[in-house]
């Protein structure tokens, strides 16, 4: 079995200033930098011959180069359930369509539909029963969070398995993004 996911990495001159927004949250795990990406499809836990069968309907998609950009923050969960602290981006139709691609992808390959509404974000850390009063207050102090626009030209097909300090991440294979 192999723990997968469809993601845009991202460039390390926009992730190198969020790494300065990692602080004031009491049990925040913070992810670093080279973990930085933007989901487009979460697979799950496959047999090495599914992976095959989503590479080939992967390698099919055909969409254009991206422009896109950080635009917000928030949190995954309500209350004591908040789990996670995320940078979110700017609406961008042509992520959304390459998000909607990479899901059609998958059910060609004969994996699970996603139920999740799609919310294209950047992980930046995940919490346990971390001080409401502190969530709240990083929200507030990082809400005016924006980044310049950066160009997209390629997603990736990434393996996850879980460490120590979270959860670790390489590249199995990329498929470039045309324009």
């Known amino acids: 079995m192999i723990r997968l996911f469809t993601a845009i990495a991202l460039p390390p001159e926009i992730g190198e200033p969020l790494i300065l927004r990692q602080a ?26 599914q992976a095959a069968d989503l590479d080939e309907q992967l390698a099919t998609i055909e969409a254009p180069a991206l422009d896109l950009s950080l635009e917000s923050v928030g949190h995954f969960g309500e209350g004591v359930d908040i789990h996670a602290l995320w940078a979110g981006l700017a609406e961008n139709p042509d992520l959304r369509r390459l998000a909607k691609a990479n899901e059609a992808a998958a059910r060609r390959a004969e994996l699970k539909p996603e139920a999740r509404r799609y919310t294209p974000h950047v992980t930046l850390a995940y919490l346990k029963r971390s001080p409401q009063a502190e969530v709240a207050a990083w929200i507030q102090a990082n809400s005016l969070l924006r980044s310049p626009p950066f160009r997209i030209d390629r ?25």
Request: charged share 25%; net charge neutral.
């Open 24 to 49: 004031g949250v009491e049990g925040a795990r913070w992810r670093p930098r080279e973990a930085f990406h933007v989901t487009l499809k979460f697979i799950g836990d496959v047999q090495e011959t």
């Open 155 to 179: 997603f990736g097909l990434y393996s996850s398995w879980r460490t120590e300090s979270g959860s670790a991440y390489r590249l199995e294979r990329d498929y470039p993004l045309v324009g």
